[in-house]
């Protein structure tokens, strides 16, 4: 078994956290990367609603004998309090708040005595966050799935923040973990384990779409663009910090480096809604990360946290 600080302090029989993914991540996901011996997240998106995150909390319970986290959006919580009403009442093992500012949420989650996370892109950011009280700081590098500080890539990254937290936190590695090599060179270099997303994006208990799904399988690691042009489509503002990684499409082909122009179009918002709920990959995004080019087949959470952490202990014993 591999054993970390970080399965040490959760209780865990493998390194890995399941990413927090706003519309793939939901109870059945986390609970199945929870009962595989890591532990699973379930993500709350900008619109999610706090019966939703309630819903999802008792039945990742229910399924997962207890252990489960909760992802949100740091920008968005001075917008929706209410999801961080609901994360607390629902009094999850782990929650992250991420992109933008976090301060205000970690008083309320210490005093419940929940265990808090957030996602860095930069080494002085991580600093920031262990000078906050954040005990599990996940270094995020641009290669990730979904949205993120796009700046630097996972190695440069991680390196730069191992060396500055050293031990006063738990250090996790994201972006482009998807296989057991992945894991097995963040625990070299130093991580207590990985957050991994993309990985888990195809698995039978995510919420993806099934056209989805198939995209994601025949996607190659060249197949995704970091852009902010869905979300000027829909109108969710996201700080301009922050871009989300998707596969490239035609609308990503006919937007992206055409930011200004999409801002100013009608009717692009509702052609995007319609494809969506046509499963028009085309027009419609799917968020993955360039770890999509190992997908290859559909398998359980447990087939991956298993075939990710065997096989990183294999490899690990080789040396
Ligand atoms: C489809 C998708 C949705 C995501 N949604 C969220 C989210 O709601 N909250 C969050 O903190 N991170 C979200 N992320 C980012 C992940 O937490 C994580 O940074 C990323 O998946 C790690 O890189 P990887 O995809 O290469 O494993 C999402 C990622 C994906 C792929």
Redesign the pocket.
């Known amino acids: 078994m591999l054993r970390t600080v970080l399965t040490d302090r959760f209780s865990l029989r493998a390194p890995v956290v399941g ?6 991540a939901g109870a059945a996901l986390a609970s199945a990367v929870s009962l595989a011996g890591g532990l699973g997240m379930i ?3 900008a619109g999610t609603d706090p019966e939703w995150i309630a819903a999802a909390a008792t039945e990742a319970r229910a399924g997962a004998a207890e252990r489960f986290g909760i ?1 949100l ?1 740091a920008w968005n919580l001075t917008r929706r309090p209410d999801q961080l009403d609901a994360a607390l009442a629902a009094r999850p093992t782990l929650v ?1 708040v ?2 933008g500012d976090y301060g205000p949420a970690l008083e309320p989650l210490h005093h419940a005595g929940i265990a808090v996370a957030t ?1 860095v892109g930069d080494v002085a950011s991580a600093r920031r966050a262990l000078e906050a009280g954040v005990e599990v700081i996940v270094a ?1 590098g641009s ?6 500080d796009d700046r630097v890539a996972t190695l440069p990254l991680l390196q730069g923040v191992l060396d500055a937290v050293g031990d006063h936190a738990i250090v996790l590695a ?5 296989t057991a090599r992945g894991l097995a060179a963040v625990l070299a270099a130093g991580a207590a384990g990985a ?5 888990l ?1 195809a698995c039978a208990e995510a919420l993806t779409p099934p056209a989805a799904r198939l995209r994601l399988l025949s996607a190659t690691e060249l197949d995704t663009v970091s852009t902010p042009v869905f979300d000027i489509a829909q109108n969710i503002p996201w700080p301009p910090d922050y871009r989300g990684r998707a596969l490239t499409n035609a609308f990503t082909g006919r937007w992206h480096g055409r930011e200004r122009d999409l801002a100013g179009s009608t009717g692009v918002s509702r052609a995007l809604s319609d494809a969506k709920e046509r499963g028009d990959y085309d027009t419609a995004f799917v ?5 999509v080019g190992s997908l290859s087949r559909e398998r359980t959470a447990g087939q991956v946290i298993g075939e990710i952490t065997q096989g990183a202990e294999a490899l690990l014993r080789r040396w």
Request: glycine share 34%.
């Open positions: 990413a927090p993914m706003a519309g793939a993500g709350v998106g992802g959006l992250s991420s992109f996602q995020r290669e990730g799935g979904g949205h993120g994201a972006g482009g973990i998807a957050w991994i997303g993309t990985a994006l968020y993955a990360g360039q770890g």
